[in-house]
């Protein structure tokens, strides 16, 4: 990617129709919808691909599962109370299974989309481990899905058979945790707390207290509602720092490195900075609830391209949230107002247009 490739904000939802693309629908009828569709692919001609839309994730009707009758019997009428379709998706991550976790604030549940196994699953449904309001979402390299829980006020970590495996956060630690991101080599887990304007780290093996980043302000290292978290491969820490319209980036012991993004309405201006991801290269991805899509920054801070417009369709967005790029460069974003989860692939940089 380089900094030629960024269109106009008028050429936002610029595409390029390439070839035939199945995407996965929420029903039959937009399956047919999507079979038809052409795949997308930003930025414009001349300059070759560098981001494909892939398939988008709504709800149990996205794959066809075996013995779905009997999984309704064995669980039992309560479960079929529940909401089965995403209703406002917030947080997304990827385990290394290739599982999708989404959390779920409208429909309080965690959604796991299993492509291989063609399956929907959920996690945190009963018990000591039930959730209430599914904000952030992160899962380590042992599979454990950790969720931050806005209204109990804790962050809960599920090994991958579904239980219950630990508990993080004591009485009146945490406020509004939101965003989580997981430090594997460490194996740390941080936690964004709005309300406290604070990012907190914990250890991901016994939910042992490590050390609090920030407080409020607008100086370096301060935050204003601070909302999603990623972690690169190198231990770096990236807080979307929402209010104060930029990304901070922290190394690994806690100390402030660079900030990233300013507000306006232009390229490479943040309003409303949710999600943040990193690719394997260290391109910078940042989901804006404002502008409806998302932008790819290079690792100082440059703009390099933006995906996305306001829409309903493929690669348009109502309200993004929660992002994340797997080891894949595969990029999720939580598209809330839309009721889905989008897929988008980044294009190595060898491709050229066919």
Known sequence: MNARNVPSMALMAGLILASSHVGVGASDKKKASAAAAPTLVWPLPPDPPRIRFVTAYYGINDFKKKNG???S???GPDQEQHVDRLMKPYGV???RDGRVFVTDTAARRVFVFDPKA???GFIG????GKISKPVGVAVDDSGTAFVADATLKRVFGYAPDGQLAIAIGHEGELQNPSGL???RQRRQLYVA???KHQVLCYSAADGRFIRAIGKRGVEHGEFNFPTNLTVDREGRLYVADTLNFRIQVFDAAGTFVKSIGS???GPGHLNRAKGVGVDSEGHIYVADTSFNNFQIFDADGQILLFVGATGTGPGEFLLPAGLFVDDEDRIYIADQGNARVQVFQRVSADVRPK
């Open 125 to 128: 449904e009963n018990g000591a």
């Open 118 to 120: 063609r399956s929907v």
């Open 73 to 75: 019997m064995l669980l």
């Open 263 to 265: 507000q306006g309405d």
């Open 69 to 71: 009758r009997w999984k």
């Open 93 to 95: 991550a990827a385990a």
């Open 193 to 195: 707390d709005a309300k």
């Open 181 to 183: 991101a997981i430090d």
